[in-house]
């Protein structure tokens, strides 16, 4: 059998990155004042830049947490049921990445964090949480059915209630539908 050699492709050394693209993200302390979360993100961002290359972000907001975190703060065991949360995405090389780590797990300010390899497909498509957080539509689960109620109440709307017409509706239907039964 005949060996056949394919021929040598040229490349640029600059159009091939070996880092990876990486998202980190973290909760900051409710105990930090507003004004302050944003030297906390600024002191984040300030380590990444050191080694990598930030690609993207969402600056941190305060939301609620779907359940307590403990944290051991000045000798003491404290639970949290809020944080303030944001996201960094970055390219780095894999051999800095865990310096990188070892030096944003030393932020006192961090409740805590996690960081993410992205895909290829998660690279390019970055997830807004903040800003889906505010579309998102309240659901219900009524008699094992899904109710759309109402947009997700806004700051200034958060003791709103449901409106009284969707609920009459679904009520009207389920009821209906139990009487055919």
């Known amino acids: 059998m005949k060996e056949s050699t394919m021929p040598a492709i040229e490349t640029n050394a600059s159009d091939f990155d070996e880092r990876n693209h990486y998202e980190f993200a973290f909760h900051v302390l409710p105990t930090i004042a507003e004004g302050e979360v944003e030297s906390v993100f600024d002191e984040i961002k300030a380590h990444i830049t050191k080694v990598g290359e930030i690609t993207n972000e969402e600056a941190p ?30 390219k780095l090389s894999p051999e800095a990445l865990g310096h990188l780590m070892e030096e944003l797990s030393t932020i006192p300010s961090v409740l805590r964090h996690l960081l993410i390899k992205l895909t290829k497909r998660e690279e390019t498509r970055p997830f807004r949480f903040h800003e889906n957080r505010k579309s998102v539509k309240m659901v219900e689960v009524v008699n094992e059915e899904a109710v759309v109620m109402a947009d997700a109440p806004t700051k200034d709307e958060e003791s709103a209630d449901v409106s009284d017409k969707a609920l009459d509706e679904s009520l009207e239907k389920i009821t209906h539908e139990e009487e055919t039964k």
């Open 61 to 90: 907001e305060r939301i609620d947490l779907a359940y307590s975190v403990v944290k051991h703060l000045e000798g003491k065991n404290r639970k949290f049921a809020s944080a303030y949360f944001g996201w960094v995405r970055f």
